[in-house]
């Protein structure tokens, strides 16, 4: 009887360390394959009436059903108000998603996240963020950057920038 009970626990451990050696090297590999968060270093600038802010979002995965982008308000209560749009290539004739968002809902250094419908083939799409806002000096957010190289592009009144928005998918 004890030999049987060591063959069971033997045998269990045998088929353990193998799952473990199957297992572990391909979640290692869909984890190296993701894109890790970009880290905030500097906020764009206040977004004033006027300014456009368009940042294209590649690298997808399938099922993108939202984002998350990370606003600062300059730790003060804004009245403006921000336009967030998202838009499936090409750009501005898929809107896949509107919202205006009272400034004073933003919390300081802190996501926001904006839900729309489930993009099944997402990871074969190009998508855009778009932000405007009627905010003025001194009544206006922005929104964090990084400079942690991307695909993507980001452009502030059509003029190409080396940083990226931080904006996190959700899916």
């Known amino acids: 009887m004890k030999n049987y009970k060591l063959f069971i626990i033997l ?6 360390l193998v799952a473990t050696s ?3 090297p391909i979640h290692y590999n869909e984890l190296r ?11 764009i600038g206040e977004i004033v009436l006027g300014t456009s802010v368009v940042q ?5 995965e399938n099922n993108l059903k939202g984002i998350k982008v990370l606003f600062a308000t300059y730790q003060r209560s804004n009245t403006c108000n921000i336009e967030v749009e998202v838009w ?4 501005f004739i898929n809107l896949i998603h509107k919202e205006t968002v009272p400034c004073s809902n933003l919390k300081d ?3 926001a996240e904006f839900l729309f419908d489930n993009q099944p083939e997402s990871s074969a799409q190009k998508y855009y963020l778009v932000l ?12 964090w950057s990084s400079l942690k190289v991307s695909r993507d592009e980001l452009y ?8 990226k928005l931080v904006v996190l998918p959700i899916y």
Do not use: H
């Open 132 to 143: 405007r806002s009627d905010g003025t000096n001194g009544n206006a957010v922005t929104v």
């Open 33 to 43: 394959n993701q894109e890790s968060p970009p880290n905030p270093e500097q906020p």
């Open 109 to 111: 250094n802190s996501y």
């Open 156 to 163: 502030i009144n059509n003029e190409k920038k080396p940083i």
């Open 11 to 16: 045998g269990w451990i045998f088929t353990s």
């Open 88 to 91: 499936k290539e090409p750009l």
């Open 56 to 60: 294209s979002l590649g690298n997808l």
């Open 22 to 24: 199957v297992v572990l």
